[in-house]
Nanobody, 130 residues
């Protein structure tokens, strides 16, 4: 079964860090632009970040996480990772990885923080609380 699997969530205090991983179960992840999304009670789904396919030359971030979160690809491990630093209570939620839309130009693929609905993971809980 083709699916994505997230890991790395947990309970941390404000100001601490977490690293989430998104692994492809049985297929190569490189051909897909991949994004991270989160959802918390009372809020709609929010796009957090994305990285373009293959070399990952294009990345995008929501304003709320710029400067604190970093997305990256590890082709050898077939994963996309989200390093989260200086976490705040508002970062609390279930984090999902998913395939995202891309705009393909002559020079590169540009990722959009918009799910393509091809692939989703089951989510991992992140709780930031003192």
């Amino acid at each position: 079964q083709v699916q994505l699997v997230e890991s790395g969530g947990g309970l941390v205090q404000p100001g601490e860090s977490l690293r989430l991983s998104c692994e492809a179960n049985g297929f190569p992840l490189d051909p897909y632009g991949i994004g991270w999304f989160r959802q918390s009670p009372g809020k709609g789904r929010e796009g957090v970040s994305c990285i373009s396919s293959y070399g990952g030359s294009s990345t995008n971030y929501a304003d709320s996480v710029k400067g604190r979160f970093t997305i990256s690809r590890d082709s050898a491990k077939n994963t996309v990772n989200l390093q989260m630093s200086d976490l705040k209570p508002d970062d609390t939620g279930v984090y999902y990885c998913a395939a995202v839309d891309q705009v393909i130009t002559r020079q590169q693929a540009i990722c959009l923080i918009n799910p393509s609905e091809e692939l989703w993971g089951q989510g991992t809980q992140v709780t930031v609380s003192s």
